[in-house]
T-cell receptor, first 110, second 117 residues
Framework: RKEVEQDPGPFNVPEGATVAFNCTYS??????FFWYRQDCRKEPKLLMS???SGNEDGRFTAQLNRASQYISLLIRDSKLSDSATYLC???????????FGTGTKLQVIP | NAGVTQTPKFQVLKTGQSMTLQCAQD?????MSWYRQDPGMGLRLIHY???????DQGEVPNGYNVSRSTTEDFPLRLLSAAPSQTSVYFC????????????????FGPGTRLTVT
């Protein structure tokens, strides 16, 4: 089993739709969780951290379920500019103890 | 601030050649890393550094060397290029946990696309 698993997609959704991605992780000792966004042929950029109680940043909501070992990202009112690949990142210790998922591709359609 | 810069953007090498990928950051970050990104795989850590003069191996270090003589620069050397090293290479930096809004948030450079023939 991979340490961090994501559905590669693509998820094709119309503008204005709500879309959700999940990411499962295998290490129960994992400490912190993040979603990064990567545009085509660009570098990854931090979208948001994921806190135990769940957190929201505008149209984006992230949640953590430690019991089932997954995190989720919900995007409401999808915009064309949300089209990108979303990387799940799990940290299980110090700086170097980080695992990136392979990413979920989102395509928002006019 | 320029953030994290990488050169070159693109490079084609022949098998057996050596080269250095350059990485620099102007944010005074203590932590720096090199990753490679291949289709169908997540970013994999090659080498990392927790401060000037300190480096260590990541998940896939074979065939690569690094050094960190200054806080700003973290070059990656390919010793004898192989086709298996064809990839996109990203350098990243982080201020760690001290005073950071998001501990260990990583700032990535624009990447170097390397092809080895």
């Amino acid at each position: 089993r991979k340490e961090v698993e994501q559905d590669p997609g693509p998820f094709n959704v119309p503008e204005g739709a709500t879309v959700a991605f999940n990411c499962t992780y295998s290490n129960s000792a994992s400490q912190s969780f993040f979603w990064y966004r990567q545009d085509c042929r660009k570098e990854p950029k931090l979208l948001m951290s994921v806190y135990s109680s769940g957190n929201e940043d505008g149209r984006f909501t992230a949640q953590l379920n430690r019991a089932s070992q997954y995190i989720s990202l919900l995007i409401r009112d999808s915009k064309l500019s949300d089209s990108a690949t979303y990387l799940c990142v799990v940290r299980s210790g110090g700086y170097q103890k980080v695992t990136f998922g392979t990413g979920t591709k989102l395509q928002v359609i006019p | 601030n320029a953030g994290v810069t990488q050169t070159p953007k693109f490079q084609v090498l022949k098998t057996g050649q050596s080269m250095t990928l350059q990485c620099a950051q102007d944010m005074n970050h203590e932590y720096m890393s090199w990753y490679r990104q291949d289709p169908g795989m997540g970013l994999r850590l090659i080498h990392y550094s927790v401060g000037a003069g300190i480096t260590d191996q990541g998940e896939v270090p074979n065939g690569y060397n690094v050094s960190r003589s200054t806080t700003e620069d973290f070059p990656l050397r390919l010793l004898s290029a192989a086709p298996s090293q064809t990839s996109v290479y990203f350098c990243a930096s982080s201020e760690g946990t001290s005073g950071a809004k998001t501990p260990y948030e990583q700032y990535f450079g624009p990447g170097t696309r390397l092809t080895v023939t």
